[in-house]
């Protein structure tokens, strides 16, 4: 009923009936090109530049960063930064299968579960499924292995990136989302596609930035450098 | 739950109105704490939106390109939400379609309803404020519990927002230190908080729990995207994220103009909208949902709810205010108003201030109601010249006052007033004999010092200022007769003077 | 009218209401720098460019007094105003008054095209650099709103003021924030207007400059007002008094009279 009385409306406004077939066809080239329109130069540049940048973004928004130089190294990475920060060594995993098949095992003064956030979780260690150097953004999808929660509701989170994973500009994201997804079925956004930069902060109160308004105190990135470039 | 406790939604509603513009302007400047806080806003929002567009030299390309896309969105309106709603429902989403504000309200209760909801997480929606949706929840015994700090602050204090992006502007740090003893103290919180980070601290930790037991939460969505039937929110704190992930429906409820075509267009405007509104590269947290969860998943929300909410947007496609429905609220147009900079939010007594206030509000609540809006503005232009999509505020604030005048909405005094000037500007020689007499009145009143401390017709000016006192002969009065005396002299003269 | 020799250049000087009536010498002083830029100056008989009755709504008068503007302006190679609010008015929207009506669309067009701000036209369109102008003193100066962002007047003011011996001039905080003047604004919300005046003027006094100028008496007599009511001893003028060397001929505004203020090495 006001679907019909609300569409019905916009039409008369626009002083026009329902769009023709060929109208229609040509909104949807538009929909299905889904063109990138202007990326700023800040965006692209030489691989090393764009890691550069990354480093430089993230930091700017109160992250830390610590580079590993392989994959295997992250658990002990993360029971180190807990170790240096005073933090519980109880963290929650995500259970995506890489990042809980890295030898957590060999950190013995960690304790870890598995799953969505519970209200007391005090630390996450999640994956990531980019980087944009833009803006030093991470961006999360929601899944199986990965649950949203583990993003917000504890007070400190690690994120396990590689560097290969780091692109210069949003739309990249964007292109490899839609392949991911392709998987012969069509593509289909997940539940959440979260881009984060930096903790979470407001300035609701006399105008003063403060961190850990609701979500995470902290967001601390373990950089792992796969792509191995010579030199 | 308690019902005196919880009526913050209906105490709010006292503020809402616009007919006492003058006398809650009165109000404001007399208000040391409001004062305090609007200075702040030159020395932090402003600069720092500087900043940010100072640094991205795409800025004004990529702003102009978002004014195009705004363009074609709303001259195909019709076609990008009926592909926004196909998408959303083929992820599993429900779209509701609202003509008036009632309608939306009565949308969400019955979602409520559905799941005996007891208490509803909110993000900050300011669709959700103009259909005052906080007030009827408390009515029908649903808590609605905000969450974003600015919101959750002025719900404490049982007031409305007074800025769409910072909606507790108006409070000193000392005054929420005062709101949060004065509500917190019953929960165990007894010692007075005097600095930001244990104020926030403490509001993390008391809502914390809230965020877990909602049975439904309710955000705002900054864009509606066709391509994918997703809903995005621009936060910083996280409160957004919790309050659609954790309960188990997630609602959202925003305006018909939301809408952008791809992941790419909503992306251009992503790249303006923080910088605009907060002077950031990017929000702290943008999210994309996306109907509710999916099988695998192990969070999220089980119900996706998108409330498309009508209340006059229609009415506007076409009309001459059409492109005001380009706002993409980033606020920036209220933070450099001088009116506003003034006298705060409050003083304009609806949901939307500012600038963009004074022109949607006439849209939404009728040009009678609203009838100091438009007025209330020197049309200085600051506002069209921070507007990321570019919207002409200053010709719509005038074409509001053409509707007022024309429906015999002016002031009565203003008109005549008018009408004399009027009168007098089109006869020259009528014009020239009145401005005579009036100038050397004038000139001799302020004879002593040049100037006047008291006019009695002009109260609004002489009450503040001095009014300079005129020459006392025209311009045009010494120009004719230098023009004359020249021509004499070069008669008798003849040759140079 | 002059003669039509091909070196002539006519420049209607439309005065504005408020140089006409409060402030005539303002008008003198645009006419000399007019007359040493080159232009030769008429002022054809005029009261208004309409622009109250605009800014409240009322369209059916602002059309007829916009149409015997037109009219009286019409024949001028260009049409110079010092105001940018006027100047706005009769450039930015005496076409949009006249969209629909395709008669005096296109005079209103024309006569927008040739119509300039003072300092502007003597910038832009004369490219006049040099002056004969002595100020001994520091200036600051007020970017009128309808004349930086309807005419995009900022820079010119500025370079003909570097071109006065003696004067120098020091930029104030929030150069572009609006004084509060806003026409019948100032008058209808005076409370407001004399608040954000007040900003204005705290950003002058902060300076340390004696003198403040603009390009609109509108802001002028607003600002002037105030920092008289506030006991400053700012003095403020019109920028073209001062460029054209006639700030002896007129105490500054607000000054002046038998009890008060002038200028030492001149007075009234």
Same mark, same amino acid.
């Given at each position: 009923?006001?679907?019909?009385?609300?569409?019905?409306?916009?039409?008369?406004?626009?002083?026009?009936?329902?769009?023709?077939?060929d109208?229609?066809?040509?909104?949807?080239?538009?929909?299905?090109?889904?063109?990138?329109?202007?990326?700023?130069?800040?965006?692209?540049?030489?691989?090393?530049?764009?890691?550069?940048?990354?480093?430089?973004?993230?930091e700017?928004?109160?992250?830390?960063?610590?580079?590993?130089?392989?994959?295997?190294?992250?658990?002990?990475?993360v029971?180190?930064?807990?170790?240096?920060?005073?933090?519980?060594?109880?963290?929650?995993?995500?259970?995506?299968?890489?990042?809980?098949?890295?030898?957590?095992?060999?950190?013995?003064?960690?304790?870890?579960?598995?799953?969505?956030?519970?209200?007391?979780?005090?630390?996450?260690?999640?994956?990531a499924?980019?980087?944009?150097?833009?803006?030093?953004?991470?961006?999360?999808?929601?899944?199986?292995?990965?649950?949203?929660?583990?993003?917000?509701?504890?007070?400190?989170?690690?994120?396990?990136?590689k560097?290969?994973?780091?692109?210069?500009?949003?739309?990249?994201?964007?292109?490899?989302?839609?392949?991911?997804?392709?998987?012969?079925?069509?593509?289909?956004?997940?539940?959440?596609?979260?881009?984060?930069?930096?903790?979470?902060?407001?300035?609701?109160?006399?105008?003063?930035?403060?961190?850990?308004?609701?979500?995470?105190?902290?967001?601390?990135?373990?950089l792992?450098?796969?792509?191995?470039?010579?030199? | 739950?308690?019902?005196?406790?919880?009526?913050?939604?209906?105490?709010?509603?006292?503020?809402?109105?616009p007919?006492?513009?003058?006398?809650?302007?009165?109000?404001?400047?007399?208000?040391?704490?409001?004062?305090?806080?609007?200075?702040?806003?030159?020395?932090?929002?402003?600069?720092?939106?500087?900043?940010?567009?100072?640094?991205?030299?795409?800025?004004?390309?990529l702003?102009?390109?978002?004014?195009?896309?705004?363009?074609?969105?709303?001259?195909?309106?019709?076609?990008?939400?009926?592909?926004?709603?196909?998408?959303?429902?083929?992820?599993?989403?429900?779209?509701?379609?609202?003509?008036?504000?009632?309608?939306?309200?009565?949308?969400?209760?019955?979602?409520?309803?559905?799941? *005996?909801?007891?208490?509803?997480?909110?993000?900050?929606?300011?669709?959700?404020?103009?259909?005052?949706?906080?007030?009827?929840?408390?009515q029908?015994?649903?808590?609605?519990?905000?969450? *974003?700090?600015?919101?959750y602050?002025?719900?404490?204090?049982?007031?409305?927002?007074?800025?769409?992006?910072?909606?507790?502007?108006?409070?000193?740090?000392?005054?929420?230190s005062?709101?949060?003893?004065?509500?917190?103290?019953?929960?165990?919180?007894?010692?007075?908080?005097?600095?930001?980070?244990?104020?926030?601290?403490?509001?993390?930790?008391?809502?914390?729990k809230?965020?877990?037991?909602? *049975?439904?939460?309710?955000?705002?969505?900054?864009?509606?995207?066709?391509?994918t039937?997703?809903?995005?929110?621009?936060?910083?704190?996280?409160?957004g *994220?919790?309050?659609?992930?954790?309960?188990?429906?997630?609602?959202?409820?925003?305006?018909?103009?939301?809408?952008?075509?791809?992941?790419?267009?909503?992306?251009?405007?992503?790249?303006?909208?923080?910088?605009?509104?907060?002077?950031?590269?990017?929000?702290?947290?943008?999210?994309?949902?996306?109907?509710?969860?999916?099988?695998?998943?192990?969070?999220?929300p089980?119900?996706?709810?998108?409330?498309?909410?009508?209340?006059g947007?229609?009415?506007?496609?076409?009309?001459?205010?059409?492109?005001?429905?380009?706002?993409?609220k980033?606020?920036?147009?209220?933070?450099?108003?001088p009116?506003?900079?003034?006298?705060?939010?409050?003083?304009?007594?609806?949901?939307?201030?500012?600038?963009?206030?004074?022109?949607?509000s006439?849209?939404?609540?009728?040009?009678?109601?609203?009838?100091?809006?438009?007025?209330?503005s020197?049309?200085?232009?600051?506002?069209?010249?921070?507007?990321?999509?570019?919207?002409?505020?200053?010709?719509?604030?005038?074409?509001?006052?053409?509707?007022?005048?024309?429906?015999?909405?002016?002031?009565?005094?203003?008109?005549?007033?008018?009408?004399?000037?009027?009168?007098?500007?089109?006869?020259?020689?009528?014009?020239?004999?009145?401005?005579?007499?009036?100038?050397?009145?004038?000139?001799?009143?302020?004879?002593?010092?040049?100037?006047?401390?008291?006019?009695?017709?002009?109260?609004?000016?002489?009450?503040g200022?001095?009014l300079?006192?005129?020459?006392?002969?025209?311009?045009q009065e010494r120009?004719?007769?230098?023009?004359?005396?020249?021509?004499?002299?070069?008669?008798?003269?003849?040759?140079?003077? | 009218?002059?003669?039509?020799?091909?070196?002539t250049?006519?420049?209607?000087?439309?005065?504005?209401?408020?140089v006409?009536?409060?402030?005539?010498?303002?008008?003198?002083a645009?006419?000399?720098?007019?007359?040493?830029?080159?232009?030769?100056?008429?002022?054809?008989?005029?009261?208004c460019?309409?622009?109250?009755?605009?800014?409240?709504?009322?369209?059916?008068?602002?059309?007829?007094?916009?149409r015997?503007?037109i009219?009286?302006?019409?024949?001028?190679?260009?049409?110079?105003?010092?105001?940018?609010?006027?100047?706005?008015?009769?450039?930015?929207?005496?076409?949009?008054?006249?969209?629909?009506?395709?008669?005096?669309?296109?005079?209103?067009?024309?006569?927008?095209?040739?119509?300039?701000?003072?300092?502007?036209?003597?910038?832009?369109?004369?490219?006049?650099?040099?002056?004969?102008?002595?100020?001994?003193?520091?200036?600051?100066?007020?970017?009128?709103?309808?004349?930086?962002?309807e005419?995009?007047?900022?820079?010119?003011?500025?370079e003909?003021?570097?071109?006065?011996?003696?004067?120098?001039?020091?930029?104030?905080?929030?150069t572009?924030?609006?004084?509060?003047?806003?026409?019948?604004?100032?008058?209808?919300?005076?409370e407001?207007?004399?608040?954000?005046?007040?900003?204005?003027?705290?950003?002058?006094?902060?300076?340390?400059?004696?003198?403040?100028?603009?390009?609109?008496?509108?802001?002028?007599?607003?600002?002037?007002?105030?920092?008289?009511?506030?006991?400053?001893?700012?003095?403020?003028?019109?920028?073209?008094?001062?460029?054209?060397?006639?700030?002896?001929?007129?105490?500054?505004?607000?000054?002046?009279?038998?009890?008060?203020?002038?200028?030492?090495?001149?007075?009234?």
């Amino acid at each position: 009923m006001s679907r019909d009385a609300i569409l019905g409306a916009i039409r008369q406004s626009l002083g026009r009936p329902e769009l023709s077939t060929d109208a229609k066809r040509g909104l949807n080239e538009h929909i299905t090109k889904h063109r990138a329109n202007v990326i700023p130069a800040r965006a692209k540049g030489a691989r090393a530049d764009l890691l550069q940048r990354f480093q430089e973004m993230v930091e700017a928004v109160s992250c830390t960063v610590e580079h590993v130089s392989d994959e295997a190294a992250v658990p002990g990475a993360v029971a180190e930064y807990l170790r240096a920060n005073n933090l519980p060594t109880q963290l929650t995993l995500a259970p995506d299968a890489w990042l809980s098949g890295l030898d957590w095992d060999s950190q013995s003064l960690l304790e870890s579960k598995s799953g969505p956030a519970g209200i007391d979780d005090v630390v996450s260690v999640t994956p990531a499924f980019a980087g944009v150097a833009e803006t030093g953004t991470l961006v999360a999808l929601s899944g199986a292995g990965h649950p949203t929660t583990l993003n917000f509701v504890p007070d400190y989170h690690v994120v396990a990136l590689k560097t290969s994973q780091v692109v210069g500009a949003y739309e990249e994201v964007w292109d490899r989302l839609r392949q991911a997804n392709e998987q012969g079925h069509g593509f289909a956004m997940p539940r959440t596609v979260n881009m984060i930069t930096g903790p979470s902060r407001t300035a609701d109160i006399a105008l003063t930035i403060e961190l850990g308004a609701h979500g995470p105190r902290s967001l601390h990135i373990v950089l792992i450098d796969d792509e191995k470039a010579p030199g | 739950m308690a019902k005196a406790a919880k009526v913050a939604g209906s105490r709010a509603m006292e503020f809402m109105k616009p007919g006492a513009f003058k006398d809650n302007a009165r109000n404001a400047l007399a208000d040391d704490n409001l004062r305090s806080a609007m200075a702040m806003l030159n020395a932090g929002m402003i600069p720092n939106r500087q900043g940010a567009v100072d640094r991205l030299p795409e800025f004004n390309l990529l702003s102009q390109r978002g004014r195009e896309l705004k363009d074609h969105v709303l001259g195909h309106l019709d076609y990008y939400l009926e592909r926004f709603e196909r998408n959303c429902k083929a992820a599993g989403g429900q779209v509701h379609w609202c003509s008036t504000a009632e309608d939306a309200r009565q949308a969400v209760l019955k979602i409520c309803r559905s799941v *005996d909801a007891k208490s509803v997480t909110k993000g900050k929606s300011m669709v959700a404020e103009e259909i005052h949706l906080n007030q009827f929840l408390e009515q029908h015994e649903i808590e609605p519990v905000e969450t *974003d700090l600015g919101e959750y602050i002025i719900q404490l204090a049982e007031e409305p927002p007074s800025h769409i992006i910072g909606p507790a502007i108006h409070k000193t740090k000392d005054q929420v230190s005062d709101l949060f003893l004065k509500h917190h103290a019953k929960l165990g919180r007894t010692e007075r908080q005097t600095e930001p980070p244990a104020l926030v601290n403490e509001a993390r930790e008391i809502l914390r729990k809230k965020y877990f037991d909602a *049975d439904v939460g309710i955000t705002g969505a900054n864009y509606l995207i066709a391509e994918t039937g997703s809903s995005i929110i621009v936060t910083n704190e996280g409160n957004g *994220d919790l309050t659609q992930t954790l309960p188990k429906i997630h609602i959202v409820i925003t305006s018909l103009e939301k809408v952008v075509p791809t992941l790419e267009d909503a992306t251009t405007f992503l790249r303006i909208l923080a910088r605009s509104a907060t002077g950031q590269d990017f929000s702290a947290y943008t999210t994309i949902s996306t109907g509710p969860r999916r099988d695998g998943d192990v969070d999220g929300p089980e119900e996706y709810h998108v409330i498309l909410l009508d209340n006059g947007r229609s009415a506007m496609l076409g009309s001459e205010v059409h492109d005001m429905l380009r706002c993409i609220k980033c606020g920036a147009c209220i933070n450099h108003c001088p009116v506003y900079q003034s006298v705060g939010g409050h003083t304009y007594g609806t949901v939307y201030v500012g600038p963009m206030g004074a022109v949607l509000s006439p849209a939404l609540l009728g040009v009678a109601e609203t009838k100091h809006l438009p007025c209330a503005s020197t049309l200085c232009g600051r506002c069209e010249e921070v507007c990321p999509v570019s919207i002409p505020l200053p010709k719509l604030l005038r074409q509001w006052r053409a509707r007022a005048f024309e429906a015999g909405d002016t002031p009565q005094l203003e008109r005549w007033g008018l009408s004399i000037w009027a009168f007098f500007a089109r006869r020259p020689w009528l014009y020239g004999i009145g401005a005579r007499l009036a100038m050397r009145g004038l000139a001799w009143l302020g004879r002593e010092r040049g100037r006047l401390r008291k006019l009695w017709f002009a109260g609004g000016w002489t009450d503040g200022r001095d009014l300079p006192a005129p020459e006392g002969r025209t311009f045009q009065e010494r120009w004719r007769q230098q023009q004359q005396q020249q021509q004499r002299q070069e008669q008798h003269g003849g040759g140079a003077v | 009218m002059a003669n039509q020799s091909s070196k002539t250049i006519n420049v209607g000087l439309f005065a504005t209401c408020l140089v006409d009536l409060f402030r005539p010498t303002v008008g003198f002083a645009a006419a000399r720098l007019i007359e040493d830029a080159g232009g030769t100056v008429h002022v054809p008989e005029q009261t208004c460019c309409g622009q109250p009755a605009y800014n409240s709504g009322d369209n059916r008068n602002a059309r007829a007094i916009a149409r015997s503007v037109i009219e009286s302006f019409k024949n001028f190679d260009y049409v110079v105003v010092p105001s940018g609010s006027c100047g706005g008015m009769i450039a930015t929207h005496y076409p949009e008054l006249f969209s629909d009506d395709p008669e005096w669309g296109g005079q209103a067009r024309a006569l927008a095209a040739k119509t300039f701000e003072l300092t502007a036209f003597m910038a832009d369109v004369m490219k006049t650099t040099t002056s004969r102008a002595v100020y001994d003193g520091t200036a600051t100066y007020h970017d009128a709103c309808a004349g930086l962002r309807e005419l995009g007047v900022r820079d010119q003011p500025r370079e003909l003021l570097a071109a006065v011996e003696n004067l120098d001039v020091v930029e104030m905080a929030e150069t572009e924030a609006c004084c509060g003047f806003g026409g019948t604004f100032c008058v209808k919300y005076g409370e407001i207007s004399t608040d954000i005046v007040s900003r204005k003027t705290a950003n002058v006094v902060r300076t340390g400059a004696d003198l403040l100028l603009a390009g609109d008496l509108g802001c002028l007599l607003n600002i002037a007002g105030r920092l008289k009511r506030e006991g400053s001893s700012v003095q403020v003028r019109h920028v073209a008094e001062v460029l054209a060397g006639m700030t002896d001929d007129v105490p500054a505004i607000g000054e002046g009279g038998e009890n008060g203020e002038s200028r030492e090495s001149g007075g009234v």
